[in-house]
């Protein structure tokens, strides 16, 4: 519009102008909005992984499938951390309560020896476990809850490797996080308590320089991801960060995802037996 030539009022100008400008930085809003919302993300993000916020609770699946397993995860090692450890277990437990809402399969869990600082922990931080369903919260040890027969201790430093999981049995997942401080605690504990012991098949499926320890939110995922799949690898595959694959492992992951559904059996073998792989460090 010509302003010059224009009958409106002064003010009425001025007013149209103000609409124009507003109008034309529409896009440039929109693009400072997209920002401020992916620094927000992030934030949230980075305050979830330092502890300072629980991670966000998924919504649970629809035409969830529950298995009879039960999954234990040991929180006797309370007074064996420090409080950074504490907050980590405490996040990491979260995120197994998680897991277990939105998978296919859910299994029976449970947390045991329950108490302390972890407690205290969710007792002030996290809060809404109190609302948690489809979770024991016991003071008391495995020992005195379950068969002792029934019961299998995870632990990577197990020689004994599982081929499958029975439904049947209790699968105890040490709740401790000690940037491998403690070798073999776990193992050494159910020896100790006559417990039989197992570890997961990774040698099997994918190839790591050195540790092969896992987080306790991770191996929880990788075992409800079984119950879905039988299948180990793609569990693993679902379940480990991909940054921690080597570059050929994931561009061949990411060329598999853009194509759609590829047969996992038949690729992933071949990306991570193949080629040198990045040693797996877990997020502790
Ligand atoms: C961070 S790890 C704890 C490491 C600890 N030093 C120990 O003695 O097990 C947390 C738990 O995850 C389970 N876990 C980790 N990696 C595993 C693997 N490769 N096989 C079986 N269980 C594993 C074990 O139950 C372990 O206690």
């Known amino acids: 519009m010509n302003l010059q030539q224009s009958s409106l009022s002064k003010n009425a100008l001025k007013k149209l ?3 124009q400008k507003w109008e034309e930085s529409r896009q440039e809003r929109k693009a400072a909005q997209k920002e401020k919302d992916k620094k927000k993300k992030l934030e949230k993000k980075k305050a979830v992984e330092l502890g300072l916020i629980p991670p966000p609770i998924k919504k649970p699946k629809p035409n969830q499938i529950t298995s009879n397993m039960r999954v234990v995860i040991d ?3 309370d007074s064996m951390m420090t409080d950074t450890e504490i907050t ?3 996040s990491q437990l979260t995120r197994c309560y998680s897991a277990n809402r939105s998978t296919l399969h859910s ?7 329950y108490g302390q600082r972890i407690q205290n922990r969710f007792d002030t931080k996290i809060q809404s476990h109190i609302n948690w369903k489809d979770v024991v919260f016991d003071t008391k040890s495995y020992l005195e809850r379950f068969d002792k027969d029934d019961l299998v201790y995870l632990t990577a430093d197990a020689t004994d490797v599982i081929d499958e999981l029975d439904e049947n049995k209790v699968y105890i997942i040490g709740g401790i996080v000690d940037k491998n401080r403690h070798k073999n605690l776990c193992y050494d504990k159910a020896k100790k308590e006559n417990i039989a012991t197992a570890q997961l ?4 499926c994918i190839k790591l320089t050195t540790r092969k320890v896992l987080t306790i939110n991770h191996v929880f995922e990788i075992l409800v991801r079984w119950l879905e799949y039988k299948d180990w690898q793609k569990a693993f595959l679902d379940v480990i960060p991909q940054r921690k694959f080597n570059e050929e492992g994931k561009k061949k992951r990411r060329i598999k995802q853009n194509v759609g559904a590829t047969d996992l059996k ?3 073998p071949d990306i991570m037996q193949n080629s040198p792989v990045k040693e797996y460090e877990p997020s502790e």
Not at 107 to 113: E, I, Y
Not at 201 to 204: H, L, R, S, V
């Open 266 to 268: 038949s690729d992933i």
């Open 75 to 77: 929180l006797s090692f």
């Open 17 to 19: 102008l103000k609409q």
């Open 201 to 204: 098949p990774i040698e099997k």
């Open 88 to 90: 980590s277990v405490s």
């Open 107 to 113: 299994v029976n869990l449970f947390f045991t020896s």
